[in-house]
């Protein structure tokens, strides 16, 4: 249990300095957890999650800022020291021993007397339901098994803070939904502060409490799951957040600062967004959720997209159309009983609320009045 | 699709069954490799078992008969065969300990990263391709010799007496430079191993809070304990059969003070033109290194095996 505190936390690999920004794997990386939270590390490959958990854990030397944990500066601090249990995206169990002993390894390094090792194991293995495979070695476990080794293993020492490198990559989809509940079961039975890291936004968004989305070594916005989601702080995170991603269009504000037009789409912007007339006859991205899209008859509201069907996914519960409005490629998510056709002309619309917007420059979402951001459920 | 994948990839022994039943006539393939390998070993062991039991001197090449036990119970009476014996064995064990030890703290800084490290690693596996006999002269006439030799230099130049290290530490002689050759050899197979340790272990037991030591003790010992395995395997063979370099230097002298196993075979046959004392001899050797592979392998391994379990 404990607060961890990141300020200005950044690494600079040498030798890949010449190169200006791209060098800096983690860069002015700033947090401060509550104790006992759920974080998530979500960005795609490359974008320093890793290396940024890899510096709490003091595997890595952060070359910039501080890392506290409960107020004390653990950035000289060797890794053994910090009282931090990881779980390896390979899982890192040591072959040659048993179940019972990857478990109570660390225990007998810090020379804890053997019936307490024994209890300690015994409850974190009926905990994770794997106290019939404690006499095994890794190898002779399966892959979900192994993790709940790695689990039980973090787990067992009660450490500070738990590290979790994609620990659900390596399993089955089926398996992985599973042990995604089951890590949030045993979080909040534990209360232990957490970081995950995880390039799986759908990972990111069932499990955190709150969600530090990462692209090239910086945070791009740190929030909870449904803020993210209904509020992204740029197009990465907009695009980033939510299956399938937001659909982008470039259009134009038009002189009122209301209606949105492309070569042939219109979109009608909130009309309580006061904050627009600065933005009038500028070039716009306008975001639009899939879920949010739905067919209409022409020419019967403000907000329209019309396009040619390329492509139709019935999945049963809902319908995936793709279309092309303006160059721009649009994904509508529709009822499961739509019918429609490829080749089919589609007219879309969307409630003027549901809409986003960026700058076409810096990409940051315009601000959004007070009372759209707190329309989160 | 989905559920026949997971159930293929949960049995490990599915893939091996399925070989097995569709599999080509294996047997029937490796028979000329088996057969092969046995001719070539079976041949030699009988004719060296056949004349073991011969009266056979190339002096006296007309004296051929049955001889029974004699050459044994010659071999056996021989005060010579016991200190050849006890020779091998000085020099196995302690080649084996200063080639693996100094391989594994020679493997254990070569793993680590410094600039020049490819270099470094292939001037110290040099030492492995140079000939046994080229070694022995090297050491006798460069490094031991007592007049020319840099040892002695080096201890002239610090003030002290030079050793003769051929007459006075024989042993000690062919036990460096036999080492100074194999060490390479554990140095290779041991790097290789370690290459092979999964880094996020070494993490996992850092973060279980190990140090140095107890990280060395607890994961790359274990690790390498099927390699270390293959080399002291390897290299217990091969040093029950050292001979060139003894040949080369010493001649198994002072007195017998340096005759192994092999070489009190050469000198048997060689010198005293005995085929069937020599062949009984080269039984015995066969015999020892069967202990050897038998006997302190199995415990050598049996040690890392529960090493690595406590």
Same mark, same amino acid.
Request: aromatic content about 8%; some cysteine; proline content about 5%.
């Given at each position: 249990?404990?607060?961890?505190?990141?300020?200005?936390?950044?690494?600079?690999?040498?030798?890949?300095?010449?190169?200006?920004?791209?060098?800096?794997?983690?860069?002015?990386?700033?947090?401060?957890?509550?104790?006992? +939270?759920?974080?998530?590390?979500?960005?795609?490959?490359?974008?320093?999650?890793?290396?940024?958990?890899?510096?709490?854990?003091? =595997? +890595?030397?952060?070359?910039?800022?501080?890392?506290?944990?409960?107020?004390?500066?653990?950035?000289?601090?060797?890794?053994?020291?910090?009282?931090?249990?990881?779980?390896?995206?390979?899982?890192?169990?040591?072959?040659?021993?048993?179940?019972?002993?990857?478990?109570?390894?660390?225990?007998?390094?810090?020379?804890?007397?053997?019936?307490?090792?024994?209890?300690?194991?015994?409850?974190?293995?009926?905990?994770?339901?794997?106290?019939? @495979? @404690?006499?095994?070695?890794?190898?002779?476990?399966?892959?979900?098994?192994?993790?709940?080794?790695?689990?039980?293993?973090?787990?067992?020492?009660?450490?500070?803070?738990?590290?979790?490198? +994609?620990?659900?990559?390596?399993?089955?989809?089926? =398996?992985?939904?599973?042990?995604?509940?089951?890590?949030?079961?045993?979080?909040?039975?534990?209360?232990?502060?957490?970081?995950?890291?995880?390039?799986?936004?759908?990972?990111?968004?069932?499990?955190?409490?709150?969600?530090?989305?990462?692209?090239?070594?910086?945070?791009?916005?740190?929030?909870?799951?449904?803020?993210?989601?209904?509020?992204?702080?740029?197009?990465?995170?907009?695009?980033?957040?939510?299956?399938?991603?937001?659909?982008?269009?470039?259009?134009?504000?038009?002189?009122?600062?209301?209606? @949105?037009?492309?070569?042939?789409?219109?979109?009608?912007?909130?009309?309580?967004?006061?904050?627009?007339?600065?933005?009038?006859?500028?070039?716009?991205?306008?975001?639009?959720?899939?879920?949010?899209?739905?067919?209409?008859?022409?020419?019967?509201?403000?907000?329209?997209?019309?396009?040619?069907?390329?492509?139709?996914?019935?999945?049963?519960?809902?319908?995936?159309?793709?279309?092309?409005?303006?160059?721009?490629?649009?994904?509508?998510?529709?009822?499961?009983?739509?019918?429609?056709?490829?080749?089919?002309?589609?007219?879309?619309?969307?409630?003027?609320?549901? @809409?986003?917007?960026?700058?076409?420059?810096? +990409?940051?979402?315009?601000?959004?009045?007070?009372?759209?951001?707190?329309?989160?459920? | 699709?989905?559920?026949?994948?997971?159930?293929?990839?949960?049995?490990?022994?599915? /893939?091996?069954?399925?070989?097995?039943?569709? /599999?080509?006539?294996?047997?029937?393939?490796?028979?000329?490799?088996?057969?092969?390998?046995? $001719?070539?070993?079976?041949?030699?062991?009988?004719?060296?078992?056949?004349?073991?039991?011969?009266?056979?001197?190339?002096?006296?090449?007309?004296?051929?008969?049955?001889?029974?036990?004699?050459?044994?119970?010659?071999?056996?009476?021989?005060?010579?065969?016991?200190?050849?014996?006890?020779?091998?064995?000085?020099? $196995?064990?302690?080649?084996?300990?200063?080639?693996?030890?100094?391989?594994?703290?020679?493997?254990?800084? &070569?793993?680590?990263?410094?600039?020049?490290?490819?270099?470094?690693?292939?001037?110290?596996?040099?030492?492995? &391709?140079?000939?046994?006999?080229?070694?022995?002269?090297?050491?006798?006439?460069?490094?031991?010799?007592?007049?020319? /030799?840099?040892?002695?230099?080096?201890?002239?130049?610090?003030?002290?007496?030079?050793?003769?290290?051929?007459?006075?530490?024989?042993?000690?002689?062919?036990?460096?430079?036999?080492?100074?050759?194999?060490?390479?050899?554990?140095?290779?197979?041991?790097?290789?191993?370690?290459?092979?340790?999964?880094?996020?272990?070494?993490?996992?037991?850092?973060?279980?809070?190990?140090?140095?030591?107890?990280?060395?003790?607890?994961?790359?010992?274990?690790?390498?304990?099927?390699?270390?395995?293959?080399?002291?395997?390897?290299?217990?063979?091969?040093?029950?059969?050292?001979?060139?370099?003894?040949?080369?230097?010493?001649?198994?002298?002072?007195?017998?003070?340096?005759?192994?196993?092999?070489?009190?075979?050469?000198?048997?046959?060689?010198?005293?033109?005995?085929?069937?004392?020599?062949?009984?001899?080269?039984?015995?050797? $066969?015999?020892?290194?069967?202990?050897?592979?038998?006997?302190?392998?199995? &415990?050598?391994?049996?040690?890392?095996?529960? /090493?690595?379990?406590?």
């Amino acid at each position: 249990m404990a607060v961890v505190e990141l300020n200005n936390v950044a690494k600079r690999y040498p030798g890949s300095g010449s190169k200006g920004a791209a060098a800096n794997a983690v860069d002015d990386f700033n947090l401060i957890t509550r104790d006992g +939270e759920f974080i998530v590390l979500v960005g795609p490959s490359g974008c320093g999650k890793s290396t940024t958990m890899r510096m709490i854990a003091g =595997l +890595e030397a952060n070359t910039g800022g501080e890392i506290r944990i409960n107020g004390r500066d653990v950035s000289q601090v060797a890794a053994r020291d910090r009282d931090i249990a990881m779980v390896f995206q390979s899982y890192a169990l040591y072959p040659h021993m048993t179940v019972f002993d990857n478990m109570a390894f660390a225990l007998k390094l810090k020379k804890y007397p053997g019936e307490d090792i024994q209890k300690r194991v015994k409850e974190a293995a009926e905990v994770l339901g794997i106290t019939a @495979l @404690l006499d095994r070695k890794p190898r002779a476990l399966s892959g979900g098994q192994r993790q709940r080794v790695a689990l039980g293993r973090a787990i067992v020492r009660s450490p500070q803070v738990f590290l979790m490198d +994609e620990p659900l990559s390596n399993l089955d989809a089926m =398996l992985r939904v599973d042990m995604r509940a089951e890590i949030i079961k045993l979080h909040r039975k534990l209360k232990v502060t957490t970081f995950y890291v995880t390039h799986d936004q759908t990972e990111a968004m069932t499990m955190g409490e709150r969600i530090v989305v990462m692209k090239d070594g910086r945070i791009q916005q740190i929030d909870t799951p449904n803020t993210l989601y209904h509020c992204p702080a740029n197009l990465f995170v907009a695009g980033f957040i939510g299956t399938p991603s937001m659909n982008f269009l470039k259009m134009t504000l038009g002189q009122h600062g209301m209606m @949105l037009t492309g070569p042939t789409a219109r979109l009608l912007a909130s009309p309580e967004r006061q904050d627009l007339s600065n933005h009038r006859g500028q070039t716009l991205w306008a975001g639009i959720r899939p879920e949010h899209l739905r067919p209409t008859d022409a020419d019967d509201c403000a907000a329209l997209l019309t396009g040619e069907v390329d492509v139709v996914e019935p999945l049963g519960a809902v319908t995936m159309v793709q279309m092309t409005v303006d160059g721009h490629r649009i994904t509508a998510q529709l009822d499961g009983d739509t019918r429609v056709s490829i080749g089919d002309t589609l007219t879309l619309t969307c409630d003027s609320d549901q @809409l986003h917007l960026f700058d076409t420059e810096t +990409e940051l979402a315009l601000p959004r009045t007070h009372a759209m951001s707190t329309t989160t459920v | 699709m989905n559920t026949e994948a997971t159930a293929l990839s949960d049995s490990p022994d599915r /893939g091996r069954k399925l070989h097995r039943r569709h /599999g080509p006539p294996v047997k029937r393939l490796m028979a000329p490799a088996v057969i092969f390998l046995l $001719v070539w070993m079976i041949v030699p062991l009988a004719m060296t078992i056949y004349y073991a039991f011969q009266n056979y001197n190339l002096m006296m090449p007309t004296m051929r008969g049955f001889a029974g036990w004699e050459n044994f119970s010659i071999l056996l009476n021989d005060p010579t065969f016991w200190s050849a014996l006890v020779n091998t064995l000085v020099l $196995v064990g302690a080649c084996l300990i200063v080639t693996v030890g100094l391989g594994l703290v020679l493997a254990l800084l &070569f793993n680590r990263t410094f600039i020049g490290r490819g270099i470094a690693r292939t001037l110290a596996i040099s030492p492995f &391709f140079v000939m046994p006999v080229v070694t022995g002269l090297i050491f006798k006439n460069m490094l031991f010799h007592p007049v020319y /030799g840099i040892f002695s230099w080096a201890m002239r130049t610090l003030g002290l007496e030079p050793i003769d290290w051929l007459a006075h530490y024989p042993m000690l002689s062919i036990i460096m430079m036999i080492s100074w050759e194999w060490t390479p050899f554990a140095l290779l197979i041991l790097l290789t191993g370690l290459q092979s340790l999964p880094e996020d272990q070494i993490e996992a037991v850092r973060l279980d809070g190990a140090n140095r030591w107890q990280e060395f003790r607890h994961i790359v010992i274990p690790h390498l304990g099927q390699v270390l395995y293959v080399v002291v395997m390897l290299e217990s063979i091969f040093f029950l059969t050292s001979f060139a370099e003894i040949y080369a230097t010493t001649s198994g002298g002072p007195g017998t003070a340096t005759t192994n196993l092999p070489y009190y075979i050469y000198l048997s046959a060689f010198f005293q033109y005995d085929i069937g004392l020599s062949s009984a001899a080269a039984i015995g050797a $066969v015999v020892l290194a069967n202990i050897f592979a038998f006997f302190l392998i199995r &415990f050598v391994a049996g040690n890392l095996n529960a /090493g690595g379990q406590r």
